[in-house]
């Protein structure tokens, strides 16, 4: 059986290594490129406008969580005794994978990238770029995202927050088709979960990237299918400060730090 050749399409972080990490044990899987953005929130700005605008934005707490997920899971993963709980750019290396990194995934440089790949599917997952007609118009590629929501229902950044925030009773993960709007096209395969008041938004994400990885290379190996079209749902943007306040109250919190390094320390 010939390997299914996959791009995939991230924003780096300990949720995008979960994704790629399962990619990679699966031997009809074929990583063969990564587009990884460099974006944060508005192509415009430098990095250090980028996080002030964070902060300003979705306040300290978030920005912390946000933080850990990001940059502290990079410095502490190269002390991780395990060698697959890596940073997207040690696994590119370690695997040889050629790389990416944009602003624009619809420009010509990586539009030229992913050609030159000769992929079979554009996989992304935790990425924060907007896949519009120029790369969709490249002939013979799939197209699927991660979405770690129940969709339609949460849309948009963040889908584990606002379920929690909200009440739900259940979360859970979608594989879906891409198309020129956040988190819309057929839907392939999704997997609900009970949610767990003992967990955090961390914890929760952390499991439904890894089963979302799963369901992901489930669709990939079969040939393409027709999937269910979606309704009109909900899209949410970053949550604010206030909200953050409002998830506390309710007595989830954003990350437990206990949880968080067990994740990247463990065997």
């Not at 370690?94 to 992929?119: H, R, W, Y």
Request: with cysteine.
């Amino acid at each position: 059986m010939n390997k299914k050749r996959v791009v995939f399409c991230t924003y780096p972080s300990l949720y995008s290594s979960l994704v790629l990490k399962k990619l990679l044990a699966d031997d009809a899987i074929d990583v063969v490129g990564i587009i990884r953005s460099t974006r944060v929130l508005n192509p415009k700005y430098n990095i250090i406008v980028s996080h002030f605008k964070q902060i300003k934005l979705t306040g300290w707490r978030y920005s912390i969580y946000m933080f850990f997920v990001t940059d502290v899971f990079a410095v502490l993963s190269v002390f991780s005794r395990n060698k697959k709980n890596k940073t997207i750019q040690a696994y590119a290396k370690l695997q040889g994978i050629p790389v990416c990194d944009t602003q624009d995934v619809n420009k010509i440089e990586s539009i030229d990238f992913i050609k030159d790949m000769n992929a079979d599917v554009l996989l992304a997952a935790h990425f924060n770029q907007l896949v519009k007609a120029p790369v969709f118009d490249l002939n013979d590629l799939e197209f699927l995202n991660i979405h770690p929501s129940l969709l339609p229902d949460y849309k948009g950044v963040d889908p584990v927050f606002y379920a929690l925030l909200k009440g739900e009773k259940d979360i859970g993960v979608s594989i879906h088709e891409m198309l020129e709007a956040f988190d819309t096209g057929d839907i392939h395969r999704q997997k609900a979960f009970s949610c767990d008041q003992s967990d955090n938004v961390f914890s929760h994400n952390c499991r439904l990237f890894e089963v979302g990885a799963e369901l992901a290379i489930d669709v990939i190996k079969k040939e393409r299918s027709k999937g269910i079209k979606q309704k009109e749902g909900n899209y949410d943007s970053w949550p604010n400060a206030k909200l953050v306040k409002d998830l506390k109250k309710k007595s989830y919190k954003l990350i437990n730090l206990s949880a968080f390094f067990k994740q990247i320390f463990k065997k």
